[in-house]
């Protein structure tokens, strides 16, 4: 590392993820689908006041400080099968219980919920890296993670 960087009174923390999908994507049954997914695998919840037909959706997970801001785009993005944005949970239960939902809408409409099972990565003994992926409507996949440390 070359600079130490600014100084915090608390470290910054990721707060949102925006993406652009096609307008036919945000009208009323395409916002309804994608809230009740998101909302029944990870427990995103959508903020009504914000939300404008064909052109906007924020959902928010958990607290004001964390959401998904999707909005149309002449424009929208495409990306690679890996790209994707990251989730955490605390507890390998809670990491057995997401990835439970996610492959159940896989199980109920494979053609439109593409899932990568679960595995992990063991790191010298230490730490056992959890992880999944999921996308379903939107051009990135959402990587499910727990981190459980074996020491």
Known sequence: MTSPGPT???PPR???VAVSLPADALDGDGRAAIAEFYG???GFAEYPQLTE????LVLGLHTHEQFLFLVADDRPLTAPKGDH???SVSTLDEFREVARRAEA???RAPDEVELIAPTFE???GVLRLHSF???YRLPLMVETQHFEFLT
């Open 53 to 56: 037909d064909r052109r906007r």
């Open 133 to 135: 992926y999921v996308r």
């Open 40 to 42: 029944d695998v990870f």
């Open 14 to 16: 990721f707060n949102h």
């Open 105 to 107: 809408w896989h199980t």
């Open 8 to 10: 915090f009174a608390q």
């Open 85 to 87: 944005f990251g989730l």
């Open 122 to 124: 063991d790191h010298a």
